[in-house]
């Protein structure tokens, strides 16, 4: 009876971990949908090496291919310190949407103005027991002309102290 039981189980687990889809065809679908996507929203901008009390506020544009320009100051709240390692990071989140082909630019004071722009989505995959999984991420992005990768977890853009 026991046995019966253990085969049964073992048969459905089977049905279920099957994975029906192929690979190339989950691939190409998700390729499909990043390549549909025109927006990012709640993107994350993390200030590293920086000192709080040298950006407790910014300055940020965003000017899209039209000319429309958005500017506004806000303040950051969120910092997050580590004294043993001497690890500053100051976080803030732009809570709206922006267009990939928009250009942000961020102004600290009394640092130089950076250009934001060039967001890229690639195709991200990982495999596990029930199968192959794909996502749309962020790739990619340009920071004062030099491409920084961003990996497609998270949206986070990462900006250093000059």
């Known amino acids: 009876m026991k046995i019966h039981i253990l085969v049964i189980l073992l048969f459905m687990f089977g049905l279920i971990s099957c994975d029906?889809?192929?690979?190339?065809?989950?691939?190409?679908k998700t390729?499909?949908?990043?390549?549909?996507?025109?927006?990012?929203?709640n993107l994350d901008f993390v200030f590293?090496?920086?000192l709080p009390e040298d950006?407790?506020?910014?300055?940020?544009?965003?000017?899209?291919?039209s000319g429309k320009q958005e500017c506004k100051i806000?303040?950051?709240?969120?910092?997050i310190i580590n004294q043993e390692e001497k690890d500053i990071r100051i976080c803030y989140n732009l809570n709206q949407k922006i267009l990939l082909t928009d250009t942000l630019?961020?102004?600290?004071?009394?640092?130089?103005?950076?250009?934001?722009y060039g967001f890229?989505?690639?195709v991200f995959g990982g495999r596990d027991m029930l199968g192959?999984?794909?996502?749309?991420?962020?790739?990619?992005?340009?920071?004062?002309?030099?491409?920084?990768?961003?990996?497609?977890?998270?949206?986070?853009?990462?900006?250093?102290?000059?």
């Open 20 to 28: 029906t889809e192929s690979y190339q065809s989950k691939k190409a």
């Open 31 to 41: 390729e499909k949908m990043c390549k549909e996507m025109t927006s990012i929203e």
């Open 48 to 50: 590293c090496d920086y």
């Open 55 to 65: 950006i407790d506020s910014l300055f940020i544009c965003i000017k899209s291919v």
């Open 74 to 79: 806000d303040t950051i709240r969120k910092k």
């Open 105 to 116: 630019f961020i102004k600290l004071k009394n640092e130089p103005v950076k250009k934001i």
């Open 120 to 122: 890229e989505y690639g």
């Open 132 to 162: 192959s999984h794909f996502w749309c991420g962020l790739e990619s992005l340009v920071v004062n002309d030099q491409i920084q990768p961003i990996g497609g977890f998270d949206k986070k853009v990462y900006l250093f102290h000059n």
